[in-house]
């Protein structure tokens, strides 16, 4: 069973900086893509940063560009999201995901290909204050 638990989340002033952790356990973690979306109230879930299975090959929203950087640690199972110059519209709810399947799937075209990312994390709140 695949479980994926984030932490990190909190309040934090607009230009401040956090980190999200997510755990990950129940699947090969090193031979999967994994991602972090993220949903604001009344807003669709979007596409934050996908980092492939070995580290080497990242991607990003245009609206992150620059600020936020994903990386994993394969040996422990862990995916990051460092997050700098935060701004109000960063204000989200935000989650792990991990490549495959599942009955809730978002795609990522990184333009070279698709990734379909079907299992998540319940999320955490990250809330950015003026």
């Known amino acids: 069973q695949v479980t994926l638990v984030e932490s990190g989340g909190g309040t934090v002033q607009a230009g401040g900086s956090l980190r999200l952790s997510c755990a990950a356990s129940g699947f090969t973690f090193s031979s999967h893509a994994m991602g972090w979306f993220r949903q604001a109230p009344g807003e669709e879930r979007e596409f934050v940063a996908h980092?492939?299975?070995?580290?080497?090959?990242?991607y990003y929203a245009d609206s992150v560009k620059g600020r936020f950087t994903i990386s994993r640690d394969n040996a422990e199972n862990t995916v990051y999201l460092q997050m700098n110059s935060l701004k109000p519209e960063d204000t989200a709810v935000y989650y792990c995901?991990?490549?495959?399947?599942?009955?809730?799937?978002?795609?990522?075209?990184?333009?070279?290909?698709?990734?379909?990312?079907?299992?998540w994390g319940r999320g955490t709140q990250i809330t950015v204050s003026s």
């Open positions: 980092i492939n299975w070995s580290g080497r090959t990242t």
């Open positions: 995901a991990a490549e495959g399947g599942g009955r809730d799937v978002m795609r990522h075209d990184s333009g070279s290909y698709y990734t379909d990312f079907g299992s």
